[in-house]
Structures are given as structure tokens and as C-alpha cells.
């Protein structure tokens, strides 16, 4: 199960980056759940349902452009994925160029995304998807 939910992952990173968020509901569960931190957000918050996945995505685009989500490294362990992911945008009004590097723990259910956490840190983010040594 767990080299299926890496392809499926993957397959979700594909989807958005040629797409959109309306692709990746087709990923995710209707009870959909995803947390960011306030390390890695401006506005900390929980998502949830497809409603959540939108504003989740949406909640990039009020200060950013071209914003893309690139999958670097994949690991799984059960239901869980974990993603090195980088994030990559345009400042909306600078035109500057940024990046962000964060670890997101996908948890899956019968092929269906229901969770993500996201990460700064790798350690905290392999120890939520059970890969800590």
C-alpha cells in the first residue's frame, strides 16, 4: 500500500502543477483536513472539505503568482506520505521571485487524501509519518 500512496501523491503534485486546485479534489476525501503552522504561515489555520482545499491553495494566491509546488523527495510509511516539497512564487506586487521549503505528512484513507500537516522542519515532519530513527 504505501508504493500506492507515493504514486498517488505524486499523481496529486502532477495534477496541480498542470491543472489547478480543481484537479486535486479528485485526491482528496470530502472530509479533507490540512494544517499550516504559524513557522510557515503569515495566517495559520485549518482547512477542511473541498471548500478547504480551495481556500488552502487560494490563501497562496492573494499575495503570490505562478505559485507551483514542487514534490523533491517522497517517503511512506502506512497511510502516510511524506513530501520534501518546495514552493515556488512570484511576489504578486514585487514581481521578486521566492521560495519556501517545507515537509508535508500526506495521511491517506482507501486512496484518498484526508490529511496533510505541513512542516518546517524534517525531523518533526518524519516523526508524524512514523519514519523517525
Given amino acids: 500500500m504505501s508504493h500506492e500512496n507515493v504514486e498517488t501523491i505524486r499523481r496529486a503534485y502532477t495534477a496541480l502543477a498542470e491543472q489547478g486546485v480543481e484537479a486535486v479534489l479528485a485526491f482528496a476525501d470530502p472530509e479533507f483536513e490540512a494544517t499550516t503552522p504559524p513557522s510557515l504561515a503569515a495566517e ?30 517522497f517517503a511512506s510509511a502506512g497511510d502516510k506520505v511524506l513530501v520534501d516539497t518546495m514552493l515556488h512564487a512570484r511576489g504578486r506586487t514585487t514581481g521578486i521571485e521566492a521560495e519556501q521549503r517545507a515537509f508535508l505528512v500526506w495521511t491517506l484513507r482507501e486512496g484518498m487524501v484526508i490529511r496533510v500537516e505541513t512542516f518546517a522542519e524534517r525531523g518533526e515532519a518524519a516523526e508524524a509519518a512514523g519514519l523517525a530513527q
Fill in 44 to 73: 495559520p489555520d485549518t482547512y477542511r472539505g473541498h471548500e478547504g482545499v480551495r481556500r488552502w491553495f487560494g490563501s497562496f494566491g492573494d499575495a503570490m503568482e505562478r505559485v507551483y509546488f514542487e514534490g523533491k523527495e
